[in-house]
């Protein structure tokens, strides 16, 4: 079967940095995304890898490696307004989305 | 209209009951997706649509049929409301194989 892993919530205090990791095992792989979704609100796109390797973008951050099927979401700078769930999707061979449950990020002043 | 358009926000239905989520999208995409989100759960597909005149089944498709007359919608229905289809429901479009996902503001259904 196809299997999304990360934790479930996670806490982090206000400056400082976290990681929060996604592990696959899916029927192929043609892209790893990951998403931010606040309370109530509809998931919206924060960083796309296919190819191994560390993509930044501003104070967000996602790696990749692909023969140990892991990424990770780094968050820098940590902001009030960063407490979301975040959510770790990897596209199949049918190039459908398999998404983890989300991994709720509290900060704390 | 900007985005996906979802209708309406918010539904309290009697069991048994039909309902149809209305879906637009005004960015040409040619993929279009109905998800159930669950606490705990995650997104679980319901039904998608590669291209208009096309659908498929996704996850957890029972209880729910769809249609894709043309590009910009994408209607999903619940011929005969249940409680356990108590959830929230986003519809999401994707231009091709490519990019990300964008998804609708949801539908917060409740069914007693």
């Known amino acids: 079967g196809q299997n999304i892993d990360q934790p479930t919530e996670m806490t982090a205090t206000e400056g400082a940095i976290v990681q929060i990791n996604c592990t696959y095992q899916?029927?192929?792989?043609?892209?790893l995304f990951w998403y931010q979704q606040h309370a109530g609100e509809a998931p919206t796109f924060l960083s796309y890898?296919?190819l191994d390797g560390l993509e930044e973008k501003g104070r967000f951050s996602s790696f990749l490696s692909r023969s140990k099927g892991y990424s990770y979401l780094l968050l820098k700078e940590l902001q009030m307004k960063d407490s979301a769930s975040y959510l770790c999707?990897?596209?199949?061979?049918?190039?459908?989305?398999?998404w983890g449950a989300g991994t709720k990020l509290i900060i704390k002043p | 209209i900007a985005g996906i358009t979802q209708a309406p926000t918010s539904q309290i239905l009697a069991a048994g009951r039909r309902m149809t989520l209305r879906c637009t999208q005004d960015?040409?995409?040619?993929?279009m997706y109905w998800y159930r989100q669950d606490l705990g759960l995650g997104l679980r597909l319901i039904h998608y649509?590669?291209?208009?005149?096309?659908?498929g089944k996704g996850e957890v498709p029972d209880g729910y049929s769809v249609s894709r007359a043309n590009t910009d919608d994408f209607p999903l229905t619940l011929a005969s409301a249940v409680p356990s289809q108590t959830s929230v429901y986003f519809c999401?479009?994707?231009?091709?194989?490519?990019?990300?996902?964008?998804f609708g503001s949801g539908t917060r259904l409740t069914v007693v």
């Open positions: 999401a479009s994707s231009a091709s194989d490519s990019g990300g996902y964008t």
């Open positions: 960015m040409r995409h040619n993929a």
């Open positions: 649509s590669n291209t208009a005149g096309t659908t």
């Open positions: 899916t029927s192929g792989f043609n892209g």
């Open positions: 890898n296919v």
């Open positions: 999707a990897v596209r199949d061979s049918n190039y459908q989305l398999i």
